[in-house]
T-cell receptor
Framework: AQSVTQLGSHVSVSEGALVLLRCNYS??????LFWYVQYPNQGLQLLLK??????LVKGINGFEAEFKKSETSFHLTKPSAHMSDAAEYFC???????????FGTGTRLLVSP | NAGVTQTPKFRVLKTGQSMTLLCAQD?????MYWYRQDPGMGLRLIHY???????AKGEVPDGYNVSRLKKQNFLLGLESAAPSQTSVYFC??????????????FGSGTQLSVL
């Protein structure tokens, strides 16, 4: 069965530092891949998604992710963290779109001044 | 534009009680979903619907029932609540279109505690 693994339940960075959130997927064929963000007391919002059009995907709020088939990874990055980026981030995978979307366990990003 | 609205936002139940969570969307979406979110486990799909009058089981359907009598509404029922059902429940919806604009729209969640 397809799944995603997010390394690190918590990641702490300083404001202005690089953000790197890791996601690895298990799938025998290239899947759809997504990153969602959840701010406190809110539902999830789509940050970006990979659907095979391009390996480097740019999302909202300056985030981007690169699909690396050889590493089965889809890590999320942002060059310079902002205080407002503090939230929980979820990686998700699907082979068929949204009918069978499988979420990772989430990574909480903490940003310090 | 309200998007996806969940009611209630909070609820406390006693073991064995029943309740229904309501999800309403005003975007004319075909697909609707119920997820539960538990610490360290991410979101897990309970049930979903691909259109009015249809429902299907997700990853963790036991103890829950759903109905999609109207396209805009997706109801999640707990017939006999158990402490293991203490969780935050999220409803989501999307339209049928695949491609660049496909994404899930989430409600703000319902926090349920079963004592």
């Amino acid at each position: 069965a397809q799944s995603v693994t997010q390394l690190g339940s918590h990641v702490s960075v300083s404001e202005g530092a690089l953000v790197l959130l890791r996601c690895n997927y298990s799938s025998s064929v290239p899947p759809y891949l997504f990153w969602y963000v959840q701010y406190p007391n809110q539902g999830l919002q789509l940050l970006l998604k990979y659907t095979s059009a391009a390996t480097l995907v740019k999302g909202i709020n300056g985030f981007e992710a690169e699909f690396k088939k050889s590493e089965t990874s889809f890590h999320l990055t942002k060059p310079s963290a902002h205080m407002s980026d503090a939230a929980e981030y979820f990686c998700a995978v699907s082979l068929t779109g949204f009918q069978k979307l499988v979420f990772g366990t989430g990574t909480r990003l903490l940003v310090s001044p | 534009n309200a998007g996806v609205t969940q009611t209630p936002k909070f609820r406390v139940l006693k073991t064995g009680q029943s309740m229904t969570l309501l999800c309403a969307q005003d975007m004319n979406h075909e697909y609707m979903y119920w997820y539960r979110q538990d610490p360290g486990m991410g979101l897990r799909l309970i049930h979903y619907s691909v259109g009015e009058g249809t429902t299907a089981k997700g990853e963790v359907p036991d103890g829950y029932n759903v109905s999609r009598l109207k396209k805009q509404n997706f109801l999640l029922g707990l017939e006999s609540a158990a402490p293991s059902q203490t969780s935050v429940y999220f409803c989501a919806s999307t339209d049928r279109t695949q491609g660049a604009n496909e994404k899930l729209f989430f409600g703000s969640g319902t926090q349920l505690s079963v004592l």
